[in-house]
């Protein structure tokens, strides 16, 4: 069954594409009930560098151009930044075949602050401070 519009749930995902992440991307991104507002990519299971070109291949693999990638945060807020390469693979996500995307993002934390209208049409009840802090 497909929601229809007005049910359809506003989120804006915060990613580390690893394996995991990219599963969860691909998932999120074809659900009937969501409405991906943005993905923003930070690092974590790679560095920023990889998992924001990891955010783009992967939306432009779903096809979903629509949706505005945002490079975030460098890693944690409070601890230091421990990548897991063995994990997931120098990439983040090895195993799937790699391309430059066609599709760009916005790169600054400024750009961020460009779906503070977006967000206030779609959730209103959203108190905007908690989506800066």
């Not at 990519?41 to 924001?52: F, I, K, M, P």
């Not at 992967?58 to 994990?87: H, I, S």
């Not at 120098?90 to 961020?112: L, N």
Request: net charge negative; hydrophobic share 45%.
């Amino acid at each position: 069954m497909r929601a229809s519009i007005e049910s359809k749930r506003p989120v804006i995902i915060d990613c580390d594409p690893g394996q995991d992440d990219a599963l969860m991307l691909f998932l999120a991104l074809n659900a009937p009930e969501l409405d991906v507002l943005g993905v923003v990519a930070v690092g974590g299971n790679v560095s920023l560098a990889r998992t924001e070109i990891n955010c783009r291949i992967l939306v432009e693999m779903a096809g979903r151009k629509d949706v505005p990638v945002f490079a975030g945060c460098l890693g944690p807020m409070v601890e230091p930044l421990f990548t897991a390469e063995y994990v997931h693979g120098e990439t983040g996500i090895d195993g799937i075949e790699f391309f430059e995307p066609s599709y760009q993002s916005k790169i600054s934390t400024a750009s961020i602050l460009s779906l503070r209208p977006c967000v206030q049409l779609k959730m209103p009840a959203l108190k905007w401070w908690l989506l800066v802090r």
